[in-house]
T-cell receptor, first 113, second 111 residues
């Protein structure tokens, strides 16, 4: 979905490095999410935000942090990357109403050596 | 953390065949969603279901929200090569927000 843009699309880095993944959206949605995808495990929620400055932990938040400084932007950071954080990362957005479906970006493939 | 049980994990079918996949959960959901993921892309919403018993179609795709609110199925009729991809179910609790995803069903279609 071109309305949800993730950067970078691919990143290879070393253990111990700090990494930031960016997500921006032009859909005007209040709610934003970060998921991680691993083979055979589907997508698992890392963090989510229902509004600017609102931050909530998801299922697997350990080792990650996020920042929501503007409605259109939600960034995910790995403070000290480790190899088992190698995965495909997706950002998603949704409207405020409880029945609004989530729309996903095209993902960031992150490899940690 | 909780996950949905999605089956089958993979399917290899002949073009023209019908496909069925399902998800079950120990929890009750308010909303069931079905997404498709193509290689190198993010999941794209196929069908959203909001009421127990609801049956909704989108072209050759049909999905149902189970009466118990703990399960859902997706059928694809007369499959074509572009149906290839990974299909995910996702459940959402009342109040909206975060989704719980199934493990995915990888579909391969032989021409």
């Amino acid at each position: 979905d071109a309305d949800v843009t993730q950067t970078p699309r691919n990143r290879i880095t070393k253990t111990g490095k700090r990494i930031m993944l960016e997500c921006s959206q032009t859909k005007g949605h209040d709610r934003m999410y970060w998921y991680r995808q691993d083979p055979g495990l589907g997508l698992r929620l890392i963090y989510y935000s229902f509004d600017v400055k609102d931050i909530n932990k998801g299922e697997i938040s350990d080792g990650y942090s996020v920042s929501r400084q503007a409605q259109a932007k939600f960034s995910l950071s790995l403070e000290s990357a480790i190899p088992n954080q190698t995965a495909l990362y997706f950002c998603a957005t949704s409207g405020q109403a409880s029945n609004q479906p989530q729309h996903f970006g095209d993902g960031t493939r992150l490899s940690i050596l | 953390g909780q996950q949905l049980n999605q089956s089958p994990q993979s399917m290899f079918i002949q073009e023209g065949e019908d496909v069925s996949m399902n998800c079950t959960s120990s929890s009750i959901f308010n909303t069931w969603l079905w997404y498709k993921q193509d290689p190198g892309e993010g999941p794209v919403l196929l069908i959203a279901l909001y009421k127990a018993g609801e049956l909704t179609s989108n072209g050759r795709l049909t999905a149902q929200f189970g009466i118990t609110r703990k399960d859902s199925f997706l059928n694809i009729s007369a499959s074509i090569p572009s149906d290839v991809g990974i299909y995910f179910c996702a459940g959402q609790y009342s109040g909206g927000g975060k989704l719980i995803f199934g493990q995915g069903t990888e579909l391969s279609v032989k021409p």
